[in-house]
């Protein structure tokens, strides 16, 4: 059974920083893309980041870019999402989601989604 936990969410003051992570298990971790999506109170779920198994690959949201950062740790079988210069549109559940491919993690369309993380950033 595949798992996705989340953690890491919390309230923060506009400008401030917060480290997402997301741990798996009961999938090879390793041979996974990963990203991070995220859903504010009456928006869709949108994409956030991506990263490849190998970690070669990244790729952000035009809204998030340079701002974000995706990482991994394979012998941790997590991903991370560091978010700094946070502002209040940031504010949304961040979810964790996981494909062998990284373009079906992009448009959404994997299987295994977290329970999600919230994340507040006061203004």
């Known amino acids: 059974q595949v798992q996705l936990v989340e953690s890491g969410g919390g309230l923060v003051q506009a400008g401030g920083s917060l480290r997402l992570s997301c741990a798996a298990s009961?999938?090879?971790?390793?041979?996974?893309?990963m990203g991070w999506f995220r859903q504010a109170p009456g928006k869709e779920r949108e994409f956030v980041a991506v990263i490849s198994w190998t970690s070669n690959y990244t790729y952000y949201a035009e809204s998030v870019r340079g701002r974000f950062t995706i990482s991994r740790d394979n012998t941790k079988n997590t991903v991370y999402l560091q978010t700094n210069s946070l502002k209040s549109e940031d504010t949304a559940v961040y979810y964790c989601?996981?494909?062998?491919?990284?373009?079906?993690?992009?448009?959404?369309?994997?299987?295994?989604w977290g329970q999600g993380t919230q994340v507040t950033v006061s203004p």
């Open positions: 009961g999938l090879t971790f390793s041979s996974y893309s």
């Open positions: 989601t996981a494909h062998p491919h990284s373009f079906h993690v992009v448009i959404g369309r994997t299987d295994y």
